[in-house]
């Protein structure tokens, strides 16, 4: 971890989620790197980089998960009326 550079992983998450963040981060106007690797997808935690040109990554995930929190509320929201 610096100030523009965080390296975390995903416990018990697999590639449908992290597609999603990694998609997500990338909306940031700041993001310079935004992925992740898995060794294996049976065997190991998704292992994520995030690296920024002067915000703090940690700042950037905390935002865009928000943003994410929100895209899901609105989906369920939409799905409900759908199913009723």
């Known amino acids: 971890e610096s100030k523009t550079k965080l390296v ?7 590639h449908t989620f992290c597609k999603i ?3 997500e981060l990338w909306g940031d106007k700041s ?13 190991n935690e998704p292992v994520f980089l995030l690296e ?4 703090d990554p ?3 995930l905390l935002d865009e998960t ?6 899901f509320k609105e989906l369920e929201t939409k799905l409900i009326k759908v199913i009723k």
């Open 8 to 14: 975390f992983e995903l416990k018990g998450e697999t």
């Open 31 to 43: 993001t310079k790197v935004a992925g992740y690797r898995i060794e294996h997808s049976l065997e």
């Open 58 to 60: 940690k700042k950037v």
């Open 52 to 55: 920024t040109e002067s915000k």
């Open 21 to 23: 963040l990694e998609r």
């Open 66 to 71: 928000e943003r994410l929190k929100k895209e």
